[in-house]
């Protein structure tokens, strides 16, 4: 087991890009359940207020898509002081390649 030694890496920027304008995939179709209307003591329809519960419902906007301008910018964040463990095991990894067979072969030798 080793450790790798532990350095601050501070505060790292990405570069700047203008992603320009995008779009929402679409879906969204959907309904609300606001309750009922209920007119004031009046009587008249310019003092109409809602009640809870079941009743009126919104009209469904179907799916649909949004456009969102998002363009350029960056973005900027702490990375800190950190390390890193490195473990190695003792007998090491199976190497195959043509070196290290040739390397192997000719220790055998000795």
């Known amino acids: 087991t080793a450790r790798a030694q532990d350095t601050d890496?501070?505060?790292k920027s990405t570069s700047s890009f203008d992603y320009g304008t995008k779009s929402t995939n679409t879906t969204g179709n959907h309904t609300?359940?606001?309750?009922g209307y209920i007119n004031?003591?009046?009587g008249d329809s310019n003092h109409t207020s809602f009640q809870p519960g079941g009743g009126?419902?919104?009209?469904?906007a179907g799916d649909h898509a949004h456009t969102v301008y998002i363009g350029g910018h960056e973005h900027t964040m702490y990375i800190?002081?950190?390390g890193h463990v490195v473990i190695v095991?003792?007998?090491g990894n199976a190497e195959t390649t043509v070196k290290n067979i040739a390397f192997n072969y000719i220790v055998r030798l000795a």
């Open 9 to 11: 890496l501070g505060t």
């Open 40 to 42: 004031s003591y009046w």
């Open 80 to 82: 800190g002081p950190h």
């Open 56 to 60: 009126a419902w919104t009209q469904a």
């Open 89 to 91: 095991d003792a007998d």
């Open 32 to 35: 609300h359940q606001f309750g």
